[in-house]
């Protein structure tokens, strides 16, 4: 059985940061395409940024490019989003996803796995 389980988020004040962790099992991260994903309040759950599998090639949403950060450790098999100068408009449930596709998709249908999300609220 697959399971995603995120885990760092909390409440920070403006500017700071965070670091949110993904641990899977059932999978090999490295053999997977692995991403993060938000959902702010009455809004769509959005892309933030993944590494395509076998790879280290990254996409960024341009809202997080030069603030947010990904990385795997592939001996804990466990995704890290680092989260730098946070600001307001980050709040929102973060969620781990990965794809068995070799391709980088954006869009959510194209993810076969997800975490439960962890809440990030960035106070003024």
């Known amino acids: 059985q697959v399971q995603l389980v995120e885990s760092g988020g909390g409440l920070v004040q403006a500017g700071g940061s965070l670091r949110l962790s993904c641990t899977v099992s059932?999978?090999?991260?490295?053999?997977?395409?692995v991403g993060w994903f938000r959902q702010a309040p009455g809004k769509e759950r959005e892309f933030v940024l993944g590494?395509?599998?076998?790879?280290?090639?990254?996409d960024y949403a341009d809202s997080v490019r030069d603030r947010f950060s990904i990385s795997r450790d592939n001996a804990q098999n466990t995704l890290y989003l680092q989260l730098n100068n946070l600001k307001p408009e980050d709040t929102a449930v973060y969620y781990c996803a990965g794809a068995t596709s070799y391709l980088l998709w954006r869009s959510e249908q194209h993810w076969n796995y997800w975490g439960q999300g962890t809440q990030v609220t960035v106070s003024l």
């Open positions: 590494i395509i599998r076998n790879s280290g090639l990254v």
């Open positions: 059932g999978l090999i991260i490295n053999n997977i395409t």
